[in-house]
């Protein structure tokens, strides 16, 4: 009987998740409010209090579900063997994810949200993420952590770029490859920094 009750609990915070993902869609990471997001599941607010205790447990667990979402398209990718390949499968599955959800690109990958700090637990799933990008930029040659900020910082300004200027277009993604060949080209004629 426990292992019912804790499914379907499991179950309906889900729902919840998924709610308030529609609803940072249509307003923005910031913009719903709690008595919206009750209507839209069909509860009460005072209800959604014995599924998250804040707002801000609620943008946790929105936070966890998006890293998990992108540890799963991580884990689909048929990587080639090829390092500079690799790099450029993965980064664009990246970009990808990015660019397709504006409000969760903002609540995982900016400070859209002030006090907001994800849990230790949610936090993990991130460094899962990174670490994983972090392999197949050392397999591609970057050693220095200043080369590893750079293409971070070039990566995270043309998802930016696109998606202030361009949502749901290509002008800036489409040039993903090239930056990436730009970048590695240029590594070999670096001093470590």
Same mark, same amino acid.
């Given at each position: 009987?426990?292992?019912?009750?804790?499914?379907?609990?499991?179950?309906?915070?889900?729902?919840?998740?998924?709610?308030?993902?529609?609803?940072?869609?249509?307003?923005?990471?910031?913009?719903?409010?709690?008595?919206?997001?009750a209507r839209?599941?069909?509860?009460?607010?005072?209800? &959604?209090?014995?599924?998250?205790?804040?707002?801000?447990? &609620?943008?946790?667990?929105?936070?966890?579900?998006?890293?998990?979402?992108?540890?799963?398209?991580?884990?689909?990718?048929?990587?080639?063997?090829?390092?500079?390949?690799?790099?450029?499968?993965?980064?664009?599955?990246?970009?990808?994810?990015?660019?397709?959800?504006?409000?969760?690109?903002?609540?995982?990958?900016?400070?859209?949200?002030?006090?907001?700090e994800p849990?230790?637990?949610?936090?993990? &799933?991130?460094?899962?993420?990174?670490a994983r990008?972090?392999?197949?930029?050392?397999?591609?040659?970057?050693?220095?952590?200043?080369?590893?900020?750079?293409?971070?910082?070039?990566?995270?300004?043309?998802?930016?770029?696109?998606?202030?200027?361009?949502?749901?277009?290509?002008?800036?993604?489409?040039?993903?490859?090239?930056?990436?060949?730009?970048?590695?080209?240029?590594?070999?004629?670096?001093?470590?920094?």
């Amino acid at each position: 009987m426990v292992g019912k009750v804790a499914e379907r609990r499991e179950a309906r915070t889900a729902e919840i998740v998924e709610a308030a993902w529609k609803l940072a869609a249509i307003h923005g990471i910031g913009g719903f409010s709690l008595h919206g997001l009750a209507r839209e599941v069909g509860i009460r607010q005072p209800s &959604l209090y014995e599924y998250f205790d804040s707002k801000l447990a &609620l943008f946790d667990a929105m936070f966890a579900d998006g890293n998990h979402r992108l540890l799963e398209r991580m884990d689909a990718l048929d990587l080639p063997d090829d390092p500079r390949g690799a790099l450029k499968v993965m980064m664009r599955a990246f970009v990808d994810f990015a660019v397709e959800d504006v409000p969760r690109q903002a609540l995982l990958f900016t400070r859209a949200i002030p006090g907001f700090e994800p849990s230790p637990e949610s936090y993990a &799933l991130a460094e899962d993420a990174l670490a994983r990008a972090g392999a197949l930029l050392r397999a591609a040659g970057m050693r220095a952590q200043g080369d590893v900020d750079c293409f971070i910082a070039m990566v995270g300004g043309v998802i930016a770029a696109q998606n202030s200027n361009d949502p749901g277009g290509n002008r800036w993604v489409r040039h993903l490859d090239r930056l990436i060949d730009l970048y590695l080209d240029h590594l070999p004629t670096r001093r470590s920094r």
